[in-house]
């Protein structure tokens, strides 16, 4: 069952899935592109600049996926299926989790390479980028599943998800970018950390936040 629910998953997210779900990797390319272009052809500038970018560039990559994460489902009565045959909310919300993650994380640390070319960042800089973004990222998956099973009964919902997710990723991408800033790959300490913890307390937030929603 379980192994059936992340094949259903990663099917609907999956960036070339055809779901739309490409649009935080494109988003994330776009603004890579456009950085330069906004800056100056300053290389000091842009390596300088550059990382702090892409982790801003990733956060807000993070939050287009929200919307469709789990309200569809509710909506088409998924889960109250997935109720009846055993299945546990926190089990629902594990799988959705690690899908989401799969989703948009691995595609993202992978597109940091040519964006990197892009800022012109050093190979120290773009290792500590992609360790982070490997450690950050399963953190900002577990937020935004959080918040989307949080908001998903809301008729606002969608405009509220993108406001909650940013101050709450903040330890993250200032952990994250600081890292670059020294060159000290002790601060991605923190972000795994932070990150192991999200992860630990999302599918139990989130999977209450769904037997909240159902009871509404």
Known sequence: MIAAMLKRDLAQFFPFSGSGAALPVVFFVA???LYPFAVGPDINL????GGGVVWIAALLASILPLEKLVS?????????????RGV???????????????????PLVLATLP??????????????????LVAGTPGLAAIGLII??????????????????????LPILIFGAGALARLDAASLGFVAAISLLLVAIA??????????AREI
């Open 31 to 33: 603004v890579a592109m």
């Open 46 to 49: 842009l390596s300088r600049t």
């Open 72 to 84: 569809r489902d509710i909506a088409l009565g998924m889960f109250d299926q997935l109720k009846l």
């Open 88 to 106: 546990t909310e926190e089990a629902m919300m594990a799988v959705r989790l690690a899908a989401h993650w799969l989703s948009f994380g691995p």
């Open 115 to 132: 964006a990197a070319a892009l800022l012109a960042l050093d190979m120290a800089t773009v290792k500590l980028l992609v360790l982070g």
């Open 148 to 169: 989307a099973a949080l908001t998903a009964s809301l008729r606002a919902g969608a405009a509220l998800s993108g406001l909650l997710l940013i101050p709450l990723a």
């Open 203 to 212: 599918p139990f937030a989130a999977g209450a936040a769904i037997r909240a």
